[in-house]
Every structure is written in structure tokens, then in C-alpha cells.
């Protein structure tokens, strides 16, 4: 039996860590974690990213950065994670993954291994690791969702998109029922949509799955968020007073302000054999 792995000695002191997930691509997600951590460094806290998605990752490319190393070189053991790490707007320290390696979808326990030695010496100089899941539920995204603290669920209005959160929440709590999960709608017009979207997961995890959830408020749809992709800058730099800008300082300040939540700040365990529940019908609809 494959034991767990806890990078960080006991007494040590650790990051807060946050991983932020969605299950259905494109709804912001990157965008959500890159912003939330410039304005959480902006409060004066000591702020990393790990772009967790590790075969196709863009977090590089949505800072305009061009790092010399990538996660493919710290998992091979060719570099220590020290030599990968890039600073990005407000220091943040950036731990990119690689691009177009495919073998790096599925982690084999060596790889494990080194990445939580690496993030391990990592969150002792942070306040705030933020990790950048893959879209999905493969083995690396659950492992990583179960590493972290807490987990952040960035969804939309879209049906499939909500659909896809519950999916989520289902396989969180199948695997780790106490896990806290925290909800975030992305692009909503306003406030009520938001919350009606947030209303809707809410309901159906408390009806199918008798747990709760978080919310942790909405990013409204913003025109400024696109012009700030396309020029590779947070839009909380390039247009601090714009409408999604104020709702990512209102969510960092919120974050924040949260208790410490208790134990290690990262525990990864190796992928081993776990419950993959399915999507069963009647849930779905009812959520949708």
C-alpha cells in the first residue's frame, strides 16, 4: 500500500492552499486563479501558482511570461522546482507546466514524489498557493483537489457548465466527504444571476449528496476581461476599476480573511484505487 505523502514537517509552517477547479473547460478558470493571485498579493501576502495542468498548461502564456523551465523538467528530475519557478505581475511566483506532453497527463509515483519535495520547500516561503487544475476529473486533478485545503469550483451559467460542477462536488465528496468546496460564478450579468446559478448546485448537492457548499460571490462578464487576455496582463492591472477588478479585490480580500484551515498545507497522495462515481441521470437533469 502506497503511503501518503505529507511534504511538510510537522510544526513547519505552510501556505494556505487553494486549488481551483471547474470540470468544463472554458469557463475562466485560469484567468479566475491568475487575477485572484495578483490581488491577493496586492493585500501584501506572499502569493505562488501552480499551473496543475500539467500537459497543456497556459499560464504562462495568458502573463506574457517565457520561462526557461517547466514542470517536464522537474519531473524528469532535470531541475529543482527553485529553477523552473518564474515571477509574474506583483511577484508572484509562477510554477508553469509544460506544453504538448502527453505522458505528463498521468503521473506515475516518482513523479509524485518530486513534486511534493519541491512544493513541499515551496509553501514554506508562501502565504497562498493557488493550484490551476486541468479540466476534467483525471486521477492528477483529484489527487490535487484532495491535496489542497480547500477547493474552489468555478462554474456559469451555461447548463453544461453546472452540470459539470456537480459532477465535481459528487466525486469530491465520494472521496473526501469533509473536503470544504467553495463555489464562484464566472461571467454572470449581476448579482442574481449568480446566485440563482449558485441556488441551483446548491440544491441539488444538498438533495443528491447532503452536503454543503460556499459561496464565494461572481466575476461579472466583463468586455475588459478579453481586452486583458489578449494584451497578457491580469485585468486587475490593466483595468483596476473595472467591474470583474473590483469583484476579484472583494474575493481576495474574502479569501483572505478566512480561518486557517487545520493540518498540513499541501498533502498529496499517489493515485491509488478510488471510487469514480458515475453521472447519474435524474441528477443531472434535476441539476441542469
Known amino acids: 500500500m502506497t503511503a501518503d505523502l505529507q511534504p511538510v514537517e510537522p510544526g513547519v509552517r505552510s501556505a494556505s492552499t487553494i486549488a481551483v477547479t471547474s470540470g468544463k473547460g472554458g469557463v475562466g478558470k485560469t484567468s479566475v486563479v491568475v487575477n485572484l493571485a495578483v490581488a491577493l498579493a496586492r493585500l501584501r501576502n506572499r502569493v505562488g501558482i501552480l499551473d496543475a495542468d500539467f500537459g497543456l498548461g497556459n499560464v504562462d502564456v495568458l502573463l506574457g511570461l517565457a520561462p526557461d523551465g517547466h514542470m517536464g523538467h522537474l519531473l524528469a528530475g532535470e531541475k529543482d522546482i527553485e529553477e523552473i519557478i518564474v515571477r509574474g505581475p506583483n511577484n508572484v511566483q509562477i510554477i508553469p507546466a509544460s506544453s504538448g506532453l502527453r505522458e505528463l497527463t498521468a503521473l506515475t509515483e516518482p513523479q509524485w514524489l518530486r513534486l511534493a519535495e519541491g512544493l513541499g520547500r515551496v509553501c514554506q516561503q508562501l502565504d497562498f498557493l493557488l ?4 479540466a476534467g ?3 492528477n486533478v ?3 483537489l484532495l491535496s489542497a485545503q480547500r477547493v474552489l469550483v468555478v462554474t456559469s451559467l451555461e447548463p453544461s457548465a453546472m452540470v459539470d460542477a456537480y459532477a465535481m462536488v459528487k466525486v469530491l465528496t465520494t472521496t473526501d466527504p469533509a473536503k470544504e468546496v467553495a463555489v464562484l460564478v464566472n461571467g454572470a450579468r449581476d448579482a442574481s444571476e ?4 449558485f441556488r441551483q448546485l446548491e440544491l441539488a448537492t444538498s438533495r443528491f449528496l447532503k452536503r454543503d457548499l460556499r ?5 461579472p462578464f466583463d468586455p475588459a476581461v478579453r481586452e486583458a487576455v489578449l494584451l497578457q496582463r491580469p485585468i486587475v492591472d490593466h483595468r483596476p476599476q473595472s467591474p470583474a477588478s473590483r469583484c476579484f479585490r472583494m474575493l481576495a480580500s474574502r479569501i483572505a480573511g478566512l480561518a486557517p484551515v487545520g493540518g498540513p498545507g499541501l498533502r498529496l497522495v499517489p493515485p491509488g484505487t478510488r471510487p469514480r462515481p ?3 441521470g435524474a441528477e443531472v437533469e434535476w441539476c441542469a
Open 278 to 280: 458515475g453521472r447519474a
Open 131 to 134: 493550484i490551476d487544475t486541468a
Open 142 to 144: 483529484v489527487e490535487l
Open 215 to 219: 459561496y464565494f460571490g461572481f466575476v
Open 137 to 139: 476529473v483525471s486521477d
Open 194 to 197: 449568480a446566485e440563482l446559478v
